[in-house]
């Protein structure tokens, strides 16, 4: 496989959280997802113990969602979440934080909530990405809770859900890599969906991307620096990001 190929695939979150997805569409996203030996599938949390077990011996990392989409659950509900995706075979965590308590200023609240799942996560060797949902957030708000993810040492700092008002953009990618602190990496979703875009958040600093248009990103990628196409074909590849 070739380095740069590398390069982009491993940038990619293959998005599978719809909730209209049936089974038959998300095993074949998994296997999709292997096909083109992207970074990890983020997966709707009831299916994760089965994405875990398609995913077994690849280098394809099954990852889910905590407090998903709203990040209104209660602390305690999103450790007991998080405590339920490490058992099921989740290696990577993307949580939302709470928005209202964002929104609301009550940053003890917000700290908070955040180390609760990073401390479960980490004790037991996995990795987190906090989701601020940016579309509803101002500078200053984006700001803070890069430094809060910064002292908790979050492993990536993430810009939407997808499933806000609006998704990544350049500013706020801009934003985040420039407030963030040393070893943090920042995540785009909601944004990214062309061989371009893709290029061009790597070359800014950007590590990872939530992505539902995998195949026609890598297939694009793949012909770009010369290699054979995959021969796969999904039967649905709305996943929400």
């Known amino acids: 496989m070739s380095d740069k190929y590398l390069s982009y695939s491993k940038m990619i979150d293959h998005s599978l959280l719809m909730p209209t997805m049936d089974q038959k569409t ?8 292997v096909a083109y030996d992207v970074a990890s599938v983020c997966i709707m949390p009831y299916y994760l113990k089965r994405c875990a077990e398609i995913l077994s011996g690849s280098t394809v990392q099954p ?15 999103k450790r007991a979440e998080a405590e339920k995706a490490i058992e099921d ?35 037991a060797d996995r990795k987190v990405k ?4 940016n579309c509803y ?5 984006k700001i803070k809770l890069c430094k809060i993810c910064t002292e908790l040492k979050a ?4 810009t939407s859900t997808g499933y806000g008002t609006g998704g990544a953009t350049m500013e706020d ?7 963030v602190g040393p070893g943090i990496q ?26 539902s248009k995998t195949k026609p990103m890598m297939d694009a990628a793949r012909e770009a620096l010369g290699l054979s196409p995959v021969d796969f074909i999904a039967a649905n590849e709305s996943g929400g990001y």
């Open 130 to 133: 906090v989701i601020f949902e």
């Open 89 to 123: 075979g989740c290696q990577e965590l993307d949580m939302v934080v709470n928005i209202s308590q964002v929104l609301s200023g009550n940053w003890d609240y917000v700290t908070e909530d955040i180390a609760a799942v990073i401390e479960v996560s980490h004790a």
């Open 186 to 211: 920042v995540k785009a979703a909601g944004g990214v969906r062309d061989y371009p875009t893709l290029q061009k958040v790597q070359e800014m600093g950007v590590t990872r991307c939530g992505a």
């Open 173 to 179: 990618l801009q934003l985040m890599l420039d407030n």
């Open 155 to 158: 492993d990536w700092v993430k």
């Open 26 to 33: 998300l095993e074949e996203g998994c296997q999709l997802a």
């Open 63 to 77: 990852s889910t969602t905590i407090g998903f989409p709203h990040g209104g659950h209660t602390t305690q509900m």
């Open 137 to 141: 957030l101002n500078d200053e708000q």
